[in-house]
Antibody, heavy 122, light 109 residues
């Protein structure tokens, strides 16, 4: 079955760039029409959508993070990645990758990775 | 930006019915998705497109939307239903930005 797995540094220094990768197993990331999203969750708080990338190449970003976020696809590695620049302590959170599938743009997030904790600290 | 409002907590006794609301401007015109998250775990999709259930989700879990409110209903609540629940929509007004409600903690008494 299809699975998602996040990976990347668990500790990032303030002002640096947070980089995470989501590896898709069990299917080709380029097959079908999927949206690949990143979501984060500070400890004890709610979910915040960061952005998504459509298999065909377009992206949508949270307006509050748009100036700092880049999401890209690497079909050769069956991965998609998140880069968040100029991080501060407020970016400390569990980061989840997820797949959106269905018709149209208002697709549900039907498959999630287990999440990875990223701490921003000197 | 679009805002979804959920009650922070809902408490019900086992066997009773829990209703979790999600308020948003004209939410009835959007597709609403619901997720369940247990401590230390990733969220799981439990309702999509307002009222559809993924395979494996029992039919005692249902969703509805009308006007400015979407409602997740869990009947015959069990101890295993204790979790956080989040509603979610896509806001086409801001370039299809994803929006989550603040989440509701369901406590089974």
């Amino acid at each position: 079955q299809v699975q998602l797995q996040e990976s990347g540094p668990g500790l990032v220094k303030p002002s640096q760039t947070l980089s995470l990768t989501c590896t898709v197993s069990g299917d080709s990331i380029s097959s079908g029409s999927y949206y690949w999203s990143w979501i984060r969750q500070p400890a004890g708080k709610g979910l915040e959508w960061i952005g998504r990338l459509y298999t065909r190449g377009s992206t949508n970003y949270n307006p509050s993070l748009k100036s700092r976020v880049t999401i890209s696809l690497d079909p050769s590695k069956n991965q998609f990645s998140l880069k968040l620049s100029s991080v501060t302590a407020a970016d400390t959170a569990a980061y989840f990758c997820a797949r959106g599938s269905g018709s149209g743009s208002a697709t549900p997030l039907d498959l999630w990775g287990q999440g990875t904790l990223v701490t921003v600290s000197p | 930006s679009y805002v979804l409002t959920q009650p922070p907590s809902v408490s019900v006794a086992p066997g009773e019915t829990a209703k979790i609301t999600c308020g948003g401007n004209k939410i009835g015109s959007k597709s609403v998705h619901w997720y369940q998250q247990k401590p230390g775990q990733a969220p799981v999709l439990i309702i999509y497109y307002d009222s559809d259930r993924p395979s494996g989700i029992p039919d005692r879990v249902s969703g509805s939307t009308f006007g400015n409110t979407a409602t997740l209903t869990i009947s015959s609540v069990e101890a295993g239903d204790e979790a956080d629940y989040y509603c979610q929509v896509w806001d086409s007004g801001t370039d299809y930005s994803g929006v989550f409600g603040g989440g509701t903690k369901l406590t089974v008494l």
